[in-house]
């Protein structure tokens, strides 16, 4: 199941549109300006005609909303706090109102407070939002997707044990109303960056460096991701290279098989057989390559290349 994140300019339905034109499976769109805290209401028949494109393409279970970069549930600013856990409602009920399973978000940042902390109050807004019903839509439950991050100053996220203890701390605020709506999503470039070693110790381009130990490097991480985060919980796999180095913490992303993560990462990925259902975006550079194709094409076309062996 392969996707791009897709622009949505001139209506919501537009990105399914450019998804099938490129080859996807799936997509990843903002269901607001990701740039903004003021978001005009979904129109019905920007919705209506999302839906319907949907049901045309058999896609109901399975695309993904981005959740704006604004958004920061870990803030110990109160004034910022409550804006983010009003903005987590918003994002939550826009998945639903478009039957979108799944909503990702980064962690955020505690901006100093410590990591303890920063997961409280992300467990405080996300209860609430759940308290409140935010993403519900009759028996259509929106799950939550924690992201990990490449970890730049106080930015949460960075090891899976975070990711684990902000889950946690939603858990217990939520009191089972949580419920099972909160998983992860996993963002290749974010881990390398962060310092998890999805090649096996040498860089992609350098001499030695070999598909097979490649691909052990990455069946490692997503082992270890298995034992502290669960794999059962993974929802979404965000596939980028990254231009940084390994443990860089720079999020910088670049097309498969051009940066520091390297093409047997990916091909364990798409691989492994735990990985069958879980949607995979390409969130890479958008302008076409020097032959003038759309790069969307040419990194869907190294999944698939990767996915047949
Ligand atoms: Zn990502
Ligand atoms: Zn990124």
Not at 150 to 170: C, D
Not at 180 to 197: E, K
Request: net charge neutral.
């Amino acid at each position: 199941m392969f996707g791009s994140h897709l622009s949505v300019a001139g209506g919501m339905v537009n990105a399914l549109t450019s998804a099938t034109e490129l080859g996807f499976d799936t997509v990843q769109v903002f269901t607001k300006n990701q740039r903004q805290w003021k978001a005009p209401a979904l129109k019905d028949s920007e919705a209506r005609e999302w839906l319907s494109g949907l049901k045309d393409r058999g896609w109901e279970r399975r695309t993904v909303s981005h959740a704006t970069y604004l958004m920061n549930c870990a803030s110990p600013d109160a004034d910022l706090f409550k804006k983010s856990a009003a903005m987590l409602i918003e994002e939550l009920n826009r998945c639903a109102a478009l039957s979108i399973p799944f909503l990702v978000a980064h962690p955020g940042s505690h901006l100093g407070e410590g990591v303890e902390k920063g997961a409280a109050r992300i467990g405080k807004a996300a209860a609430e939002a759940f308290r409140k019903g935010a993403g519900v839509a009759g028996a259509f439950r929106v799950t939550l997707c924690l992201e990990n991050t490449a970890g730049g100053g106080a930015t949460m996220g960075r090891t899976f044990e975070e990711l684990a203890l902000v889950k946690q701390a939603i858990d217990d605020a939520s009191q089972g109303d949580a419920d099972g709506r909160v998983g992860f999503c996993v963002d290749t470039c974010h881990a390398l960056a962060a310092g998890y070693d999805l090649r096996g110790g040498t860089p992609p381009k350098a001499a030695g460096a070999g598909r097979a130990r490649q691909r052990e490097a990455c069946r490692a991480v997503l082992n270890e991701f298995d034992r502290v985060c669960g794999l059962g919980l993974l929802r979404v796999l965000h596939l980028n290279d990254s231009k940084g180095a390994l443990g860089s913490r720079l999020d910088r992303h670049t097309h498969l098989g051009m940066g520091e993560v390297g093409l047997g990462a990916f091909q364990e990925i798409v691989s492994d057989a735990r990985l069958r259902d879980v949607p995979m975006i390409l969130e890479t550079p958008k302008e076409d390559d020097e032959k003038g194709r759309a790069w969307d094409t040419v990194n869907l076309g190294v999944l698939r290349r990767l996915a047949k062996g």
